[in-house]
């Protein structure tokens, strides 16, 4: 699994959408790349704030930034 095949399977990850098989792969991923578990927690963080404020959905703005940051370190990174 790659750093963006992680990201598109992020959010389903959060909400706990994903087949125990994704779920396997997923995880795998993450003990292999510091940055996606810091990516994770993060969004995962971001979007507890913003369920505590009743506004569920991320603004898409903001989501596309934090993905492309993330992307960027890891092409220098993983
Ligand atoms: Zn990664």
Do not use: W
Request: proline share 3%.
């Amino acid at each position: 699994m790659t750093c963006s095949e992680f990201l598109a399977e992020l959010d389903d990850l959060i909400d706990n959408s994903v087949t125990p098989t994704l779920r396997a792969d997923l995880e795998l991923h993450l003990r292999e790349c510091e940055h996606c578990v810091i990516t994770l927690n993060t969004t995962r963080k971001t979007i507890e704030i913003y369920r505590q404020h009743e506004l569920y959905e991320l603004p898409t703005a903001l989501r596309e930034r934090l993905q492309a940051a993330i992307l960027a370190k890891c092409k220098r990174g993983c």
